[in-house]
């Protein structure tokens, strides 16, 4: 699971536009920009209740932890529907993501498409509900082997101890799905695409698909490193990949992470985000950007050589409601604006404040529409 500890962000207030400003924004799409955004991960259902400290100690859960569910736990999912009022939400990395882009983009809706794997269940069925109501196209490969993948949010205080049971996710087949016309004509439709490293430990064919497509068609590819973890124990599989990422996000971890596994001897953020731009690529026509936050550091971009560094400004840590989340929602303004092929500085602006909206609520929610210009 990944926990992106966006401390700081732009401030929501002054990223007011004017209604006219609106108006012109929604007048710039056509219906030709449905399915434009692609998406592919490990879709979890969210499922939020504020718990007691019994419930915890039953299942042997921290007040504030993440773990993957092991046997123990394998009726915390149901009892916690059952005792406690709960709310649902499409979640996992890229989705939270995908769904942070619509939400930003607003019109057309279905200007974001994913693809994942879930279960032939009860918990399948209000996956897909929560996606429709963002308004995200959602396709899914249907199975009967594993449950939707889960993620309970057991919240007692200010504390959140997330227990994430993948089951259903860790499915996706590229044969069975990817590869269908009906599904694969979405993903010619579509001139960014977006995928998180978990995916990785999945479907490395499916993700290769994808990049090679976009790398043959000049279109955007863009990776997350996601979790020390990947860079890790999943090098090879990264590396596999990483000729044909166009845009690589990661925060400050990750990236020494990465760094470390790639020996680039250096532990200075601005330097890996440079070594990293300059790893080999396929495309030619477009090099390689590297985005790597750092909580409430400045955000550090490097392309063509060269590294910017763009702060954020601070905030009150009252105000801070739940930073879970926040480096997806981070991701997902900055490809609402990439795929309006805004300026990249653009997008960095348009992931800051996505972020900052986040951390003010609990999970990844947002209000009815953004206000950010």
Same mark, same amino acid.
């Given at each position: 699971?990944?926990?992106?500890?966006?401390? +700081?962000?732009?401030?929501?207030?002054?990223?007011?536009?004017?209604?006219?400003?609106?108006?012109?924004?929604?007048?710039?799409?056509?219906?030709?920009?449905?399915?434009?955004? %692609? $998406?592919?991960?490990?879709?979890?259902?969210?499922?939020?209740?504020?718990?007691? +400290?019994?419930?915890? &100690?039953?299942?042997?859960?921290?007040?504030?932890?993440?773990?993957?569910?092991?046997?123990?736990?394998?009726?915390?999912?149901?009892?916690?529907?059952?005792?406690?009022?709960?709310?649902?939400?499409?979640?996992?990395?890229?989705?939270?993501?995908?769904?942070?882009? =619509?939400?930003?983009?607003?019109?057309?809706?279905?200007?974001?498409?994913? %693809?994942?794997?879930?279960?032939?269940?009860?918990?399948?069925?209000?996956?897909? &509900?929560?996606?429709?109501?963002?308004?995200?196209?959602?396709?899914?490969?249907?199975?009967?082997?594993?449950?939707?993948?889960?993620?309970?949010?057991?919240?007692? $205080?200010?504390?959140?101890?997330?227990?994430?049971?993948?089951?259903?996710?860790?499915?996706?087949?590229?044969?069975?799905?990817?590869?269908?016309?009906?599904?694969?004509?979405?993903?010619?439709?579509?001139? #960014?695409?977006?995928?998180?490293?978990?995916?990785?430990?999945?479907?490395?064919?499916?993700?290769?698909?994808?990049?090679?497509?976009?790398?043959?068609?000049?279109?955007?590819?863009?990776?997350?490193?996601?979790?020390?973890?990947?860079?890790?124990?999943?090098?090879?599989?990264?590396?596999?990949?990483?000729?044909?990422?166009?845009?690589? %996000?990661?925060?400050?971890?990750?990236?020494?992470?990465?760094?470390?596994? =790639? $020996?680039?001897?250096?532990?200075?953020?601005?330097?890996?985000?440079?070594?990293?731009?300059?790893?080999?690529?396929?495309?030619?026509?477009? =090099?390689?950007?590297?985005?790597?936050?750092?909580?409430?550091?400045?955000?550090?971009?490097?392309?063509?050589?060269?590294?910017? #560094?763009?702060?954020?400004?601070?905030?009150?840590?009252?105000?801070?409601?739940?930073?879970?989340?926040?480096?997806?929602?981070?991701? $997902?303004?900055?490809?609402?604006?990439?795929?309006?092929?805004?300026?990249?500085?653009?997008?960095?602006?348009?992931?800051?404040?996505?972020?900052?909206?986040?951390?003010?609520?609990?999970?990844? +929610?947002?209000?009815?529409?953004?206000?950010?210009?």
């Amino acid at each position: 699971m990944p926990c992106y500890r966006e401390a +700081t962000a732009f401030a929501a207030a002054v990223l007011i536009f004017s209604h006219q400003v609106k108006q012109q924004r929604s007048a710039s799409y056509s219906p030709s920009d449905e399915n434009a955004l %692609f $998406g592919m991960g490990n879709p979890l259902l969210d499922i939020i209740a504020v718990v007691d +400290t019994i419930f915890l &100690e039953k299942y042997g859960l921290k007040e504030n932890d993440q773990i993957l569910a092991e046997e123990k736990h394998k009726e915390l999912f149901d009892e916690m529907v059952k005792k406690y009022k709960v709310e649902y939400h499409a979640g996992g990395s890229t989705l939270n993501s995908i769904k942070v882009a =619509q939400w930003m983009i607003q019109m057309p809706h279905k200007a974001a498409t994913f %693809f994942g794997c879930i279960g032939k269940d009860h918990f399948g069925g209000i996956l897909k &509900e929560k996606a429709e109501e963002v308004h995200v196209d959602a396709y899914y490969y249907e199975q009967s082997e594993e449950p939707t993948g889960t993620c309970a949010a057991c919240i007692t $205080g200010d504390n959140r101890s997330l227990v994430a049971n993948l089951a259903a996710a860790n499915c996706y087949k590229k044969d069975k799905h990817l590869d269908l016309e009906e599904n694969w004509k979405l993903v010619q439709k579509a001139k #960014v695409f977006y995928i998180a490293g978990f995916f990785l430990t999945v479907s490395e064919e499916s993700i290769l698909k994808v990049a090679k497509h976009a790398c043959e068609n000049n279109k955007l590819f863009c990776l997350n490193l996601s979790a020390p973890f990947i860079s890790q124990y999943f090098m090879q599989p990264l590396m596999r990949i990483m000729p044909y990422v166009d845009i690589l %996000f990661g925060n400050e971890t990750e990236a020494a992470a990465f760094a470390k596994e =790639q $020996g680039f001897e250096t532990k200075g953020i601005e330097e890996i985000a440079k070594k990293t731009q300059e790893l080999s690529k396929e495309n030619k026509k477009r =090099q390689r950007v590297v985005v790597f936050t750092q909580g409430k550091e400045g955000t550090v971009m490097a392309k063509g050589g060269k590294v910017e #560094v763009f702060p954020v400004v601070k905030m009150n840590p009252s105000e801070i409601v739940d930073t879970n989340g926040a480096g997806d929602a981070f991701v $997902g303004g900055f490809l609402s604006e990439l795929v309006q092929d805004k300026s990249l500085d653009q997008c960095i602006y348009a992931g800051h404040y996505a972020a900052n909206v986040i951390i003010r609520r609990a999970g990844c +929610t947002f209000p009815e529409k953004p206000d950010f210009h």
